[in-house]
């Protein structure tokens, strides 16, 4: 525990001396007027005050001087924030992504309204009325704010109050008792099974896909293995194996090659012949040979080849066998999709553990825990897959 010192300009241009304690994980309290126009005589004041309170000094709180702004200080900054550090050190997962999102919500809706009310002195009916209006409010790109994202602002907020008061910080939470809003949530869609059978016949890959065989193959590879963009764009030669994939990588738009999106997102996951016989001769022509360059590289054997070139190509493959843009917008059908297909070709004809481990999903936790999958294990889930594409490898 140490105590740090530092000065502000009062009116009449008159210096004032605050000190914060700062306790052994970095934690501070906001600053405590010492009323004092030096730094020695402030240094006596908080002697005085360690004498006379003891142990109680250092335990004080001072939520009724902290401003909501002054407590949001660190928060969402990746290498300062407590909330992430605690995480990061329990062997947590928390992307730097995610926190960039908090942060912007924090930022852009939180901080205006609320940052510079004293913590102590903000109701739950005020954070009600907030949240009501945020509907109401446009978003980046001029939009209003989706239910969706009001919703994920106001877990932003609950996040960092509830653990205030759970560390001793905060003596209230304000977010307590406050209901998310309702939200219409639109379910993705999906390709027809013979829409599929004609997006990926490689009899057709020239009037289909002009003949690129680079697109062709990480779609074709998305659809068949479940994987997630990111996964397909940090995928390293070294991890593609006779019949299937590792993933041990995922790639963040912002961050580059990072670790996979959850713990469980590091799988093994099997590939059908056709589609591996495809991936091989991909990589057999690439010009970058190294066991840690990237499969679907752009121009540089470390940077991928980016997410709009990927949808890009795919949409319009899509429009050549007959799908619109107009029709794709309104069945919901994006790049992703290809991963909601691949769930739904193999849910019931799987065990739902054994799903999940392929796609990496979340849920039965302890039981997944206890569940330990090899390769050889997925031979049914390749031949489920192989039965399926066999039909477009001509």
């Not at 008159?14 to 970095?26: A, L, S, V």
């Not at 009600?128 to 106001?154: D, H, V």
């Not at 939200?183 to 890959?205: C, H, S």
């Amino acid at each position: 525990m140490r105590v740090t010192y530092y000065s502000r300009k009062r009116k009449g241009n008159k210096k004032t001396w605050y000190y914060r304690i700062i306790d052994d994980e970095g934690d501070r309290t906001s600053g405590i007027n010492t009323h004092c126009s030096s730094k020695r005589a402030a240094q006596d004041f908080v002697n005085a005050q360690i004498t006379k309170k003891g142990p109680a000094f250092w335990k004080q709180k001072q939520t009724k001087h902290q401003t909501f702004s002054e407590y949001a200080k660190d928060w969402w900054i990746y290498e300062r924030c407590p909330y992430v550090r605690g995480k990061l050190k329990r062997n947590k997962q928390i992307s730097r992504s995610l926190c960039d999102i908090r942060q912007g919500y924090l930022k852009r809706h939180i901080i205006p309204v609320f940052g510079k009310r004293r913590i102590s002195s903000i109701k739950p009916i005020e954070v009600e009325r907030w949240l009501l209006n945020l509907p109401e409010i446009s978003g980046r790109y001029g939009r209003k704010l989706s239910a969706i994202t009001c919703n994920q602002i106001l877990s932003t907020f609950r996040i960092m109050c509830r653990y205030g008061v759970n560390k001793g910080i905060l003596d209230n939470d304000p977010t307590k008792g406050i209901e998310a809003l309702g939200e219409d949530r639109f379910e993705k869609g999906i390709l027809e099974p013979d829409e599929i059978r004609t997006l990926f016949d490689i009899a057709q890959i020239e009037e289909i896909w002009l003949g690129d065989e680079f697109h062709y193959t990480i779609n074709l590879l998305a659809c068949s293995t479940g994987l997630r963009m990111g996964e397909l764009q940090g995928l390293q030669r070294q991890y593609v194996f006779d019949g299937h994939i590792k993933v041990e990588h995922s790639w963040a738009r912002k961050y580059g090659l990072k670790e996979p999106k959850t713990k469980m997102s590091r799988r093994f996951v099997p590939v059908p012949s056709g589609t591996f016989a495809q991936l091989e001769r991909l990589i057999e022509f690439s010009p970058f040979r190294e066991p840690e360059d990237l499969v679907f590289h752009g121009e540089r054997r470390n940077i991928p080849i980016t997410h709009h070139w990927i949808e890009r190509k795919l949409y319009a493959a899509m429009r050549r066998i007959g799908i619109s843009e107009e029709d794709r917008r309104a069945r919901r059908v994006t790049f992703h999709s290809h991963r909601h297909w691949y769930n739904t070709l193999l849910r019931g004809k799987i065990h739902d553990a054994k799903l999940r481990a392929l796609t990496g999903h979340g849920g039965e936790v302890i039981q997944n825990h206890y569940t330990h999958f090899r390769p050889e294990d997925f031979k049914d889930v390749e031949k489920i897959c192989q039965d399926f594409f066999k039909e477009t490898e001509g």
